[in-house]
């Protein structure tokens, strides 16, 4: 059933999940107990770190196995314990051909020196490989299946951590990524604006300058058009505009998708560098150092998710 649960899980492909997490199982039977611990912090890729007694050592390549169906990022520590509730378990071995040769050859010495054959088993038995001490082989299988059944108890409670503050971390980011289309909007309804008052203002300074001349309407065109093309922000304002509705349906759809809002951010944040380098407008550049200070928390966040 556990490992059923563990792939519906994995189904669920519209869950955002952070990188952070926690979980903890404890799983008992008559002869053991185990209990597993699992949490994790931010990391590039896949890191698991296994503590556990070396009596279950074995297994350490089955457990990973297991964790990678509820995890795919993240510095992931695991610490595993084993309690034993048996008394004992050795047990006495009685190894009836060895004493079966002693017998033989105490009755041989006896016809050899004439002595009387007074062998006792109590005497037998302190011979020595008669009766030995062997530790019993522990069941794999069934301390496999207590093992694993914590480890996927744990592994399920820590998925749910990560789940609960991915939710979180999604709201929040499209909370931020519509503040930053806001600004994109208004970047957007003021640039064309600074062209005709550029245009205004260099008609009134050529009239001050020239005093009655005419103006040459052609080459005021032209500087007008320079100063334009200078200022033009409109290849970044329709690229940043589709990182941004990228990044919302990226988080919509959800899934492993830490790697890919990495790149998004990267992205964004060039176009932004590239707005506010080329605006010498108080008001754009204001909106395009919120837009920075915007993408930077949303990179920082975005680092978070798995």
């Not at 084993?82 to 009685?94: A, G, H, I, L, R």
């Not at 609960?164 to 499209?174: N, R, S, V, Y």
Request: charged fraction near 35%; glycine fraction near 4%; aromatic fraction near 6%.
């Amino acid at each position: 059933m556990k490992y059923a649960r563990a792939l519906d899980w994995r189904k669920q492909k519209t869950m955002i999940k952070s990188m952070t997490g926690f979980g903890r199982s404890e799983v008992s039977e008559a002869e053991r107990k185990v209990t597993a611990e699992i949490k994790s912090v931010n990391h590039r890729y896949l890191d698991v770190s296994i503590k556990m007694p070396k009596k279950l050592g074995f297994f350490e390549a089955a457990v990973r196995t297991e964790l990678k169906k509820y995890m795919q990022r993240g510095k992931v520590d695991v610490f595993i314990t084993y309690e034993d509730f048996t008394e004992s378990n050795v047990c006495v071995k009685y190894n009836k051909e060895v004493a079966a040769e002693y017998v033989e050859y105490l009755k041989k010495m006896a016809e050899d020196f004439g002595l009387d054959n007074d062998i006792r088993v109590s005497v037998l038995s302190r011979y020595p490989e008669v009766l030995t001490m062997e530790e019993q082989t522990a069941d794999e299988e069934e301390i496999w299946k207590v093992l694993c059944s914590a480890v996927q108890g744990a592994a399920e409670k820590f998925v749910e951590t990560r789940i609960t503050e991915g939710e979180a971390l999604k709201t929040d980011l499209i909370d931020k990524l519509e503040g930053m289309l806001a600004h994109l909007d208004f970047i957007e309804e003021r640039s064309p604006q600074l062209v005709e008052e550029y245009k205004l203002k260099l008609r009134e300074k050529v009239h001050e300058l020239l005093e009655d001349t005419k103006v040459e309407e052609s080459r005021l065109l032209m500087e007008v058009t320079l100063f334009a093309d200078k200022i033009c922000v409109d290849e970044e304002l329709v690229r940043l505009r589709s990182h941004i509705e990228t990044t919302k349906q990226t988080l919509i759809e959800g899934g492993s998708i830490g790697r890919k809002l990495d790149f998004l951010a990267q992205e964004m944040n060039r176009e932004a560098n590239t707005i506010l380098s080329k605006t010498n407008n108080l008001e754009i550049s204001n909106r395009a150092i919120e837009l920075k200070t915007e993408i930077e928390k949303v990179r920082e966040q975005i680092q978070n998710i798995e």
